[in-house]
């Protein structure tokens, strides 16, 4: 048998190299997310690629669901004041708003972990297995 490595197992302990220092960078990165912020970022931990493919994305935060004041005009062009009907509405939809940033974070924080598992095993897993290439 031939004891020098080959091209392909240089290569799949390579690729076995990479998804497991990026499994650690997200288990890190998702640690400190969990740790140090009041909140859980919208965003995930997979934002540091998103310069490569064309900027950062926006995250939504509840400062956002406060809406400024609605004005609303009379039919000869007054303002006047907001209805009951009209200032329910308004909080119905600050309300649904809040709602939707926490499902943003909680999906965030799910995915971020389960990706972050994800990768940790996928590249133990390649390391374990070239052995059997």
């Known amino acids: 048998m031939n004891k020098t490595p080959s091209k392909t197992n240089a290569f799949i302990s390579l690729i076995g190299l990479f998804l497991l220092l990026m499994g650690i960078f997200m288990t890190v990165r ?66 649904s708003c809040i709602s939707g940033v926490e499902q943003s974070r909680e999906a965030a924080k799910i995915n971020d972990i389960s990706s972050s598992l994800l990768f940790v095993f996928l590249g133990v897993g390649v390391l374990i297995g070239k052995r059997f290439f």
Not at 39 to 45: M, S
């Open 30 to 95: 998702t640690g400190v997310n969990l740790a140090f912020f009041k909140k859980y970022p919208t965003t995930g931990v997979m934002t540091i690629a998103m310069p490569f493919f064309g900027g950062m994305p926006y995250s939504q935060r509840e400062e956002d669901c406060v809406m400024y004041p609605q004005t609303y005009y009379k039919p000869d062009g007054q303002p006047r004041t907001a209805t009951v009907d009209e200032k329910k509405m308004e909080e119905q939809q600050k309300k």
